[in-house]
């Protein structure tokens, strides 16, 4: 472990030195996340992508993992995932953006969060209200 962190820590020096905006140049802790998950140690997991930032794939893993117990971790980084989702201007990603909001729906009310819950909702309306589609499907799913 110390290795590949003293290796992502080389390359992140490189990277900065190149300051290159290309994303296959971008270092971040998926590695370690991964091998974390694997091994079964969600805390470690959950250290290391905090420290270093991982892929998107592993956020999305790490908040399934954690909304049971921790759900105040899993809510903002569902709703970074549905603003990239929106992002991708498509009817599919607009369903599963309105499928994760369901989701932070449901963890933000157990929390006692309904408030919070409304006042995201009627800002991502209205940042997005330009998206017709997205606003329909979201019409429909009724959040």
Not at 39 to 54: I, V, Y
Not at 118 to 137: D, M, P, S, V, W
Request: hydrophobic content about 35%; proline content about 1%.
């Amino acid at each position: 472990m110390k290795w590949i962190r003293d290796d992502f820590e080389r390359r992140r020096k490189e990277t900065k030195r190149r300051q290159s905006l290309w994303s296959w140049d971008l270092v971040d802790y998926s590695l370690l996340v991964e091998i974390f998950l694997w091994e079964k140690k969600l805390a470690d997991a959950w250290k290391e992508a905090q420290t270093g930032g991982c892929s998107d794939s592993l956020w999305l893993r790490l908040a399934k993992e954690r909304e049971t117990e921790y759900p105040s971790d899993a809510v903002p980084i569902y709703q970074r995932l549905v603003e990239q989702e929106i992002q991708k201007k498509n009817n599919q990603s607009y369903q599963e953006a309105v499928d994760m909001i369901g989701l932070i729906r449901k963890l933000m009310l157990g929390m006692g969060k309904e408030e919070e819950f409304r006042q995201y909702l009627a800002e991502t309306e209205r940042q997005h209200k330009r998206k017709r589609n997205f606003i329909g499907y979201l019409a429909k799913k009724e959040c």
